[in-house]
């Protein structure tokens, strides 16, 4: 982990627990902070952007981050294309993620935008569309996005099967069967990381 990163979150926390006591009520930002940097994130978005890498196989290009929360995903693909001929957007439907994912990821040439991905028409320009939070997301919103998108973008998507969360709507007993239901015309990559509690499962593909 980048010591220099979970010295900004620890910042954050510092300054979201000091707007609370001036009226800004907001308390629980602090776990969601820790969490977004915590061991177990870390490592599958380090995942997602090493195997996507992997297959992408050019330095350029357009990548729309759906649910890029406080900008973890963004960072650890700028980690693999550092330069400035890639773009990165991260977009998350929440406005405090847009202004904190600046404070903990500023100087990385990462955009970050407040929207809802159900909301873009358009990802004609768009090279690579990544989700990490699609438990959280209807599935009839995923398969939105591949129908929208050109047929040459790749998706790379991520969801796993801990059901014990309410806000959890979109989890798969196996990687295989969440690929499947993606129905996409090409699959790429398919496979699962075991985490303490729960399996993660990625699908890569265009």
Known sequence: MNSKILYKALKLVEEVY???????????RIKDIVHSVDKNHWESKKWLADKLFELYGYNEGKFYVAGGWYGMMAYQLRQKWPGEEMNIVSADCDPMCEEYAWKLFDGYDISFKTSDVNDEEDFSGYSAIINTSCEHMEQEDLISIIEKKPEQTWVAFQTNNYVDLHSHINCWPTAQLFAESLGLKYTAYVDTLELKDFNRFMVIGR
């Open 18 to 28: 000091d707007e609370s006591m001036y009226g800004v009520d907001d308390l629980y």
